[in-house]
């Protein structure tokens, strides 16, 4: 039985301008998106910290670090998913954030009403994991206290979403806010029926 639903934030619950800015200045140089990549794990391990990890990308990339740091800034609540959570999913189902992030994106990021949403969060940095750690998927199944099996992960990334099914949760890619509606509501329609 279906129990809780867990959503990722960055490109799910909040969308940025990092996407279009990496297509514009880094497009299909992997070497160059590796090396971004792996500075942005290490500013999400809190080994490295904001300011060195915008300071270091963009003499990477070559452009003004205002520049990134306005891309990166750049986020805004997805409306359209908050009221679908807050009309039809909170009324049934425990609501989880997880996230990989350097800073508490509910507190920041969100409105007080859609922070009360949640039942729980985990976040990489107070965590100290990151996905796909699966550590990380128990942990937000443990503050929900749901049995992982009970449990919808919503990710944007299908890896994060598979790492979720290793766990036993059913993981789901996000494309958009449509899509998502459709494929979980049908999901737990499915997961409904074998139960009953």
Not at 72 to 92: C, D, S
Not at 139 to 167: H, M, S
Request: contains cysteine.
């Amino acid at each position: 039985m279906i129990k809780a639903i867990i959503f990722d934030c960055f490109g799910v619950l909040a969308e940025d301008g990092w996407t279009p800015f990496k297509r514009r200045y880094v497009a299909d140089n992997q070497k160059l998106a590796n090396e971004i990549a792996d500075l942005g794990k290490q500013n999400e391990f809190g080994i490295i910290s904001n300011d060195d990890y915008f300071k270091t990308t963009s003499v990477l990339i070559g452009v003004k670090e205002h520049l990134l740091r306005d891309a990166v800034g750049r986020r805004v609540p997805n409306g359209e998913l908050f009221e679908f959570i807050e009309n039809k999913l909170k009324p049934k189902y425990k609501i989880g954030l997880l996230s990989n992030a350097n800073y508490d994106v509910v507190s920041s990021l969100f409105t007080e009403e859609q922070s009360a949403l949640f039942d729980a969060s985990v976040l990489s940095f107070e965590s100290r994991l990151v996905k796909p750690s699966p550590e990380m998927y128990s942990l937000i199944a443990e503050r929900l206290g749901v049995e992982p099996k009970c449990c919808i992960f919503i990710d944007d990334q299908p890896r994060y979403a598979e790492a979720a099914e290793d766990v036993g949760m059913i993981g789901l890619t996000y494309h958009n806010p449509e899509q998502l509606k459709q494929e979980l509501l049908q999901v737990i329609s499915r997961h409904s029926a074998r139960i009953n």
